[in-house]
C-alpha cells in the first residue's frame, strides 16, 4: 500500500510524523516497509498572476508572459499558448531548482526568460491522473493568493511510503485504521477526517435482496448543482495512482477505497429500476471502458432487468455515472472473496476494488465505508441508507493468564498493562477474563492472536535476548542397514505408499483397518498398502516387461498401520539366499513356518517368520493366480531385539560330527514341528534334508544333522 505522510499526518492532530519515526513504527506493528521517499524534488516553486502575453516577435513559437509574484514582476517564456490575463499559476523563479537543477535567467530571442512556468508531471504528478493534457497548470483564481506556498497547497511537501500488509490485516489497507494504529501506538489522539452524519432527506424507491451477497447496502444521493472533488482530493488520489478525470462520486468511490479499505461503486440511479438483488452471471458485457467481455459464473448485481454491475470487481458502460447525472446510487458490499477473485479473472483486469475485495471485507469496514460516503454528501439530498450494514457481536476470547505466561516467559504480567490499554484505544476489551474483539478485526480467533496483539504493542524489542542452552552432542550410531543390502547385491526402491483398493486385497498382516483416501489422483493411489510387496511387486513387474530380468530390490517404507517394515523382491536368488541374507541381516535366532492358509500366498514356496514365538514377516511367494513375475519377495519388520553387532566368542577346534535321523511325516505334515523338538534338545550348527522317501500316506524324511560331538550324542540319546 502507498501512503502519503502528508495525509496520514491529518489524523493525529497533535503528533508530527516524521519519516523515521513512521518506519520504525510500522514495522514494530508487523507492517514491513518497502521503501521511503520524498514526493517530488522541487524546491523554491511558487504562485504568479498573469499581468500580460505576447507573442515573442522574433519567434513564431513563443509567447512572451509578464507575471506578478511575491517576489515582484518576472517575464518568462513559453511554447505552451494557453494563458490570458488573470490566470492564477506556478512557477519556478530563478534559483529554484527541480531534480537538483537550478534555473537561471537566460535570453530567448531577444527577450529575457527568468525561469520556467510548470505543470502537472514537473511538479511530481503523473499528469495523466490529473488534466486531459499535460499543460501548463492554470488554477481556480480563488483557489489561492500569490503570497501562498504551492509547496503546501498542491502537497508537493510529502513524504510517499509503501509497506507491504500481511494477508490477514486487510483492514490496515487503509489510511483509517493504520491511523488508529499508529494513534494507539504513539499514545495519542486518533481524530477521523469525517464526521457521522444523520442526515436522511427521503426513503429511496430502491429495494434491495442480498442473494448470495453477505452484506450489499445502497445509498441514494441527489444533487441540483455539478458537485467538485477538491484539489487535495484530487492530488491524494494521484499519489495512489488513482485517476481523478471523472466526476465527482467516482471520485468519491475511490477515496473510500483508500480512506477506509471498502470498495464502492456508484450508479447514475436514473439507469437502473428499483429491485435489486445479487446473482450469478454467464454471458457478454460492455465493461467500463467501453471494452466487452464474455464471463462465466461471475457475481453480478442486477436491477429488475439486466446487470448493472460485477460485484466488486467493475462497473459497467450502461449504468455509469457522468458529469451530467443528478442522480447518483452508492453501493458498499461485503462479497465471497474467492467470488471476487474469480470475477477479476474471468474480466482478465485486476481493479483496485477486486484486490481490496480478493480478500476478507468485514461488516464494520464497510459499514464505516457506507457512513464515510453519507458524511461526505452531507448538504446534498441524501436517502436513508437502504439495507443497512448491521454489525456482529464483538467476539468473545477468554484471557489465558498462563498461556501469556507461559509464551512472555515471564511471571509478572503486570508489564504488560499499557500495552493492553493501547489495545482498548483500538476497540478492544478486556472484561472479567474475557476479552471482546472488535468487529473489523476477523483474523483474530484465539487466545494465542491476542497474544500476538498484546506482544506488538508492548514491542518485541523489550524482550530480553536469552542465551541459548546448547546440549553436548551425542554421537549416534551410523544405520548401516542399506549398505548391508547393497553390498549383498540389492537396489533400493522407492515406491508410494498409495495403491489400489484392488491390489491392497494383499494383506500378509491382517490388517483389519482400511485407510482410503476421499479425494485422489488416480484410482492407482487411492489407498495406503497394507503390504510393501504390492508396490515392489508392481516395479518387479515393470522392468521385466521391459526385459530387464535380472533384479534384486529391496526397500524400507511404510504400510497401513502405520508400521515401517523392509521389503525385499528377487528374480536372481533362491529362496535360501534370500532366507540367509535375512537372518544374516537381523542377526536372530529366526523360525521359519510353513505360509499356508492366505489366498494370495504361494503355499508350497512360503514360510512366516518368527522370533521369539512373535509373528515378524513372512518369504517367499505370491500364488500365481496374482502373480506372473515368479520372483520370490519378504517382508518384515525388525525387532527391537536386533543385535547391532557380532560378540566375540571363543573358538571351537573341535571338529563337526554328523548324524542321520529318518522321520516318518504324513503327506500333507509338515517338517517343523521335528525340527522344532530337535531345538529345544540342542540347536545344532545345521539341519539338511538328505533323503525323502515317498510312501502311499506318508513320507520318511532324513536329516543330516552337524554339530559338536556332545551335542550330537544328546540329539541322538533323545530319539534313538
Known amino acids: 500500500m502507498i501512503l502519503s505522510l502528508k495525509h496520514l499526518n491529518k489524523y493525529l492532530p497533535s503528533l508530527e510524523l516524521k519519516p523515521k519515526n513512521l518506519e520504525v513504527a510500522l514495522n514494530e506493528l508487523g507492517f514491513e516497509v518497502e521503501w521511503v521517499k520524498p514526493f517530488a524534488n522541487v524546491k523554491g516553486l511558487i504562485f504568479a498572476k498573469v499581468l500580460d502575453v505576447f507573442m515573442n516577435p522574433n519567434s513564431d513559437r513563443l509567447d512572451v508572459v509578464k507575471l506578478e509574484t511575491k517576489f ?91 509497506i507491504s500488509t500481511t494477508a490477514n490485516r486487510n483492514d490496515a489497507n487503509s489510511y483509517y485504521f493504520l491511523a488508529k494504529e499508529l494513534a494507539a501506538y504513539f499514545k495519542t489522539e486518533f481524530k477521523p477526517l469525517f464526521s457521522f452524519n444523520k442526515q436522511s432527506d427521503f426513503i429511496s424507491e430502491f429495494k434491495v435482496q442480498k442473494n448470495l451477497a453477505k452484506e450489499i447496502s445502497f445509498l441514494e444521493v441527489k444533487t441540483k448543482d455539478i458537485k467538485q472533488n477538491s484539489i487535495y482530493e484530487k492530488t491524494l488520489l494521484a499519489k495512489h495512482g488513482i485517476s481523478s478525470l471523472f466526476n465527482w462520486a467516482v471520485n468519491l468511490s475511490n477515496l473510500t477505497l483508500i480512506e477506509i479499505g471498502s470498495p464502492a461503486h456508484v450508479y447514475d440511479a436514473n439507469k437502473i429500476s428499483p429491485n435489486i438483488s445479487t446473482t450469478l452471471y454467464s454471458g457478454k458485457l460492455e465493461i ?84 464515510y460516503i453519507k458524511a461526505y454528501c452531507k448538504g446534498l439530498e441524501i436517502s436513508k441508507i437502504i439495507n443497512e450494514i448491521k454489525l456482529d457481536a464483538k467476539k468473545a476470547i477468554n484471557f489465558n493468564s498462563e498461556k501469556l505466561r507461559t509464551y512472555a516467559a515471564v511471571d509478572d504480567l503486570r508489564i504488560f498493562d499499557h500495552a493492553i490499554k493501547q489495545l482498548e484505544n483500538l476497540g478492544f476489551e478486556f472484561i472479567n477474563s474475557v476479552v471482546y474483539v472488535p468487529n473489523y478485526r476477523y483474523d483474530v480467533l484465539c487466545f494465542e492472536d491476542i497474544i500476538e496483539e498484546i506482544f506488538r504493542f508492548y514491542s518485541y524489542q523489550n524482550f530480553k535476548p536469552q542465551e541459548v542452552r546448547i546440549a553436548p552432542l ?41 485407510f482410503n483416501l476421499m479425494t485422489y489422483v488416480s484410482k492407482e493411489r487411492e489407498s495406503i498398502r497394507k503390504s510393501i510387496i504390492i508396490s515392489l511387486q508392481e516395479a518387479v513387474s515393470y522392468n521385466l516387461k521391459r526385459k530387464i530380468d535380472q533384479l534384486s530390490f529391496f526397500e524400507h517404507g511404510m504400510i497401513a498401520n502405520q508400521t515401517f517394515v523392509y521389503g525385499l523382491a528377487s528374480t536372481n536368488k533362491t529362496f535360501k539366499e534370500l532366507q540367509q541374507d535375512i537372518i544374516n541381516f537381523l542377526n536372530l535366532d529366526l523360525e521359519f513356518i510353513k505360509f499356508e492358509d492366505n489366498e494370495y500366498i504361494h503355499p508350497n514356496v512360503s514360510a512366516r517368520i518368527f522370533y521369539q514365538n512373535k509373528y515378524i514377516g513372512w518369504i517367499g511367494k505370491i500364488h500365481p493366480k496374482y502373480d506372473d513375475t515368479n520372483a520370490f519377495y519378504a517382508e518384515f519388520i525388525i525387532p527391537e531385539q536386533k543385535s547391532k553387532l557380532n560378540k566375540y566368542q571363543n573358538v571351537n577346534f573341535e571338529p563337526l560330527k554328523n548324524i542321520d535321523l529318518t522321520f516318518e511325516i504324513p503327506n500333507n505334515g509338515s517338517i517343523n514341528e521335528i525340527i522344532l523338538n530337535i531345538n529345544k534338545i540342542h540347536k545344532p550348527f545345521s539341519i539338511k534334508v538328505v533323503d525323502d522317501y515317498q510312501k502311499e500316506h506318508s513320507h520318511n524324511v532324513t536329516l543330516r544333522i552337524s554339530d559338536y560331538e556332545t551335542n550330537i550324542k544328546k540329539i541322538n540319546k533323545h530319539f534313538n
Open 474 to 514: 551425542k554421537t549416534l550410531n551410523i544405520n548401516n542397514d542399506k549398505y548391508y543390502w547393497m553390498h549383498n547385491g540389492y537396489s533400493e526402491a522407492r515406491t508410494f505408499s498409495l495403491v489400489s483398493i484392488e491390489k491392497n486385497k494383499f494383506n500378509p498382516w491382517n490388517i483389519l483397518e482400511s
Open 72 to 162: 515582484g514582476q518576472l517575464t518568462i517564456q513559453t511554447t505552451n499558448r494557453i494563458l490570458k490575463y488573470g490566470d492564477l499559476i506556478i512557477c519556478f523563479p530563478v534559483g529554484a531548482s527541480k531534480d537538483g537543477v537550478e534555473f537561471k535567467e537566460i535570453i530567448l530571442k531577444g527577450y529575457p526568460s527568468q525561469g520556467m512556468m510548470a505543470s502537472w508531471s514537473e511538479i511530481g504528478y503523473d499528469s495523466t491522473l490529473l488534466s486531459e493534457k499535460d499543460q501548463i497548470l492554470v488554477l481556480p483564481n480563488d483557489f489561492a493568493s500569490i503570497n501562498d506556498d504551492p509547496m503546501e497547497l498542491l502537497n508537493i511537501n510529502d513524504t510517499i511510503i509503501e
Open 288 to 371: 467500463l471502458g467501453a471494452k466487452e467481455v464474455e464471463v462465466n459464473d461471475v457475481l453480478a448485481i442486477k436491477d429488475d432487468y439486466k446487470v448493472i454491475s460485477l460485484a466488486c470487481v467493475m462497473g459497467l458502460e450502461a449504468t455509469k455515472s457522468t458529469s451530467e447525472s443528478n442522480r447518483f446510487l452508492f453501493e458498499i458490499g461485503v462479497f465471497d472473496p474467492k467470488m471476487v477473485r474469480h470475477g477479476a479473472k474471468e474480466i482478465k483486469l485486476n481493479t483496485n476494488s477486486a484486490s481490496q475485495g480478493s480478500r476478507v471485507i468485514s461488516q464494520e469496514v464497510a459499514w464505516l465505508g457506507m457512513e
